[in-house]
């Protein structure tokens, strides 16, 4: 699935908290992205904008032992302070309602945590890949656009290396880290669209859409590669906000594929 995992220079900012993961937002409401938690009610927590590391420090300290449901709306954004709030979140055994969006970092971390997941009437989950070894790979093979856009902002070369060998560096540490939660959690590789080098190929997918930049995931898809989390039916609410209505038009423009008959493959 070409494109279907950001370029370098993406991952960098989703490294670093600093580039907003979603290709498309569902949101009429004045751009604003900015992180924020809030605990409503003693049961009732919610997690808003962009995941960054403001916002995991948002979650520590305010997430109540009494929460039972999660409330969502988050383009994603950092991988690291993704799986900071995940380990707060593991084994709460809570449900997950999707107001808005949970894209990218917050499907990939927070929706396999869930006991039971709603998805709003409009609302919309999107992925487009994690930090795997095809990422890192590429990574690697875009050193020198690296090193160019480097010596634009001013880094002299010896610098830019050193950044690039940082990026390296906890770009393969975040990799491990995400294994580990893919083990601990049992977390299917095709929901992650785990990919090796050399090849674009998803072995945990089947029948998955080509040339996209991510891919909505429909009710078929998440059930399978999220069986043991109860979902809520949402198909039809779908259908009628999005795959069959003229908001297909702005999924198709921005190359954002519908899971249409994707599974994850049994392990």
Known sequence: MRAAIPSFLVAFGLLTGCATSAPFSTSTA??????????????????????????????????????????????????????????????????????DE???????????????????????????GSIDPWTIDRMRSNKPAFMAMQAR?????????????????????????Q????????????????????????????????????ILVEERMMRSCLPNVEIAPYQQALERHWTQSFRRLGLLWERIGPSGRTVCAPS
């Open 30 to 99: 004045p751009e604003d992205r900015t992180g924020a938690c809030e605990q409503r009610t003693s049961e009732v927590f919610a997690i808003t904008g962009e995941i960054d590391a403001e916002l995991a420090r948002c979650v520590r300290e305010s997430f109540a032992e009494s929460t039972r449901i999660l409330v969502l709306n988050s383009e994603g954004g950092s991988i690291e302070a993704a799986l900071d709030i995940a380990a707060v979140l593991q084994g709460r055994n809570l449900t997950m309602r999707v107001e």
């Open 102 to 128: 949970c894209n990218s970092s917050c499907a990939n971390y927070f929706l396999p945590l869930a006991r039971r997941i709603e998805i709003g009437p409009e609302a919309m989950v999107l992925l487009h």
């Open 153 to 177: 902002n001013g880094r002299s070369p010896e610098q830019a290396e050193t950044d690039f060998a940082g990026l390296i560096s906890k770009s393969e540490a975040l990799a491990t880290r």
């Open 179 to 214: 294994a580990e939660f893919a083990r601990d959690h049992a977390v299917a590789p095709g929901w992650m669209l785990f990919r090796m080098p050399g090849s674009d190929d998803i072995p945990g997918l089947v029948n998955h859409p080509t040339d996209v930049k991510a």
